[in-house]
């Protein structure tokens, strides 16, 4: 069962527009929101992150909007570039000592010229 | 700064071969973690190290093992590799500071595939 629902899986973009990416999650024992960026034959990077404690987090052209209530978070890329053409990997990390980290399964944004 | 470097980049094994994932970081983190990436599967954590000394299992730890040689390096090997461990192998470490957000640290992979 997955824990972390990512959507859509693949997304195609003019440039100049909004990319948005959605999550969604159960369980109510996460305590931090990260966003990872993959680009191809490279491993996954950190792009923003969020606590449950804010609603929007802004660095840049990237966002994320955090909604506890409705246990759902999503990033949205403003402006999007043929640049950001990417894998993006939402996560959710319990608290806790246990920390372990839960993974989306990824969306494949491609932006064109 | 070389930040997470895994060799080798690619390799190709007949079924039933063993073989070594190496793995090194110089950021001085605690924590050291192994995952695969398959198609559709996202990232599913194999084995963990939190600390140097101690290694735990992941989601998908069968047909693996684990050494945390040292602070440094976190090597995964295949015992007997079978068509199903073909997959893109990442490594990745992070310091888990207590009151800062935690930041995974990637290599760039390695490339299996098993005949």
């Known amino acids: 069962q997955q824990q972390v629902k990512q959507s859509p899986q693949s997304l195609i973009v003019q440039k100049g527009g909004i990319s948005i990416i959605n999550c969604a999650y159960e369980?109510?024992?996460?305590?931090?929101f990260p966003w990872y960026q993959q680009f191809p034959g490279k491993g996954p990077a950190l792009l923003i992150a969020?606590?449950?404690d804010v609603s929007e987090k802004k660095e840049g052209r990237f966002t994320i909007s955090f909604n506890k209530s409705a246990k759902q978070f999503s990033l949205h890329i403003m402006d999007s570039q043929p640049g950001d053409s990417a894998t993006y990997f939402c996560a959710a990390r319990y608290a806790g000592n246990n920390r372990k980290l839960i993974w989306g399964l990824g969306t494949s944004l491609a932006v064109n010229p | 700064n070389a930040g997470v470097t895994q060799t080798p980049k690619f390799q190709v094994l007949k079924t039933g071969q063993s073989m070594t994932l190496q793995c090194a970081q110089d950021?001085?983190?605690?924590?050291m973690y192994w995952y695969r990436q398959d198609p559709g599967m996202g990232l599913r954590l194999i084995y963990y190290s939190a600390s140097e000394g101690t290694t735990d299992k992941g989601e998908v730890p069968n047909g693996y093992n684990v050494s945390r040689l040292n602070k440094r390096e976190f090597s995964l090997r295949l015992e007997s590799a079978a068509p199903s461990q073909t997959s893109v192998y990442f490594c990745a470490s992070s310091e888990i500071p207590q009151t800062t957000n935690e930041k995974l640290f990637f290599g760039s992979g390695t490339q299996l595939s098993v005949l």
């Open positions: 369980n109510t024992a996460f305590d931090y």
């Open positions: 969020i606590r449950p």
């Open positions: 950021m001085n983190h605690n924590s």
